[in-house]
């Protein structure tokens, strides 16, 4: 019913368990007999084919209820949905831009923070970024 797949390193023998992870589910091979699991749940709700079904497995879930009013409120009018992908690309761009922000500002603090006797290590951990990227600051000096 479900396939996890992470990636592995195979040089080193390692599981990269927290950088990606892709889960499959065979829907066709949903139980018959809810088991009282929430991938059961989600399974019911993604394979339901009518409101009834639908609002059933919502009333067993927070979150799929709230999907099933997302789903309804998109579905309604194809200006509702404009509106919906509307407000979700606005979504997206504010968080874009958010992350940008804080980006440039670890950047900022790296810069200054290179100017001191601290570790390129320790400044990675400070600034939340990657080695290579205080490496290549510390290039630009």
């Given amino acids: 019913m479900r396939r996890l797949y992470t990636l592995y390193d195979i040089e080193n023998k390692v599981e990269i368990t927290d950088l990606i992870e892709i889960n499959t589910l065979e829907l066709e091979k949903l139980p018959k007999v809810e088991d ?3 991938l059961w749940n989600w399974l019911k709700f993604l394979s339901s084919e009518n409101e009834e079904d639908f609002e059933m497995v919502a009333e067993k879930n ?3 209820k709230n999907a099933v009013a997302r789903l309804a409120e998109i579905s309604s009018d194809e200006q ?3 509106l919906y992908e509307s407000r979700h690309k606005m979504e997206w761009d504010i968080r874009g831009r ?3 922000a804080s980006n440039n500002r670890a950047i900022d603090i790296a810069k200054n923070l290179l100017k001191t006797d601290l570790t390129l290590e320790n400044i990675v ?3 939340g970024l990657t080695l290579e990227e205080v490496k290549a600051l510390q290039n630009t000096k």
Avoid: D, F, L, Y
Wanted: hydrophobic share 20%; net charge positive.
């Fill in 36 to 38: 009282g699991t929430k």
């Fill in 125 to 127: 951990v400070a600034t």
């Fill in 98 to 100: 958010e992350k940008k």
């Fill in 80 to 82: 509702t949905r404009r």
């Fill in 62 to 64: 927070p979150q799929i």
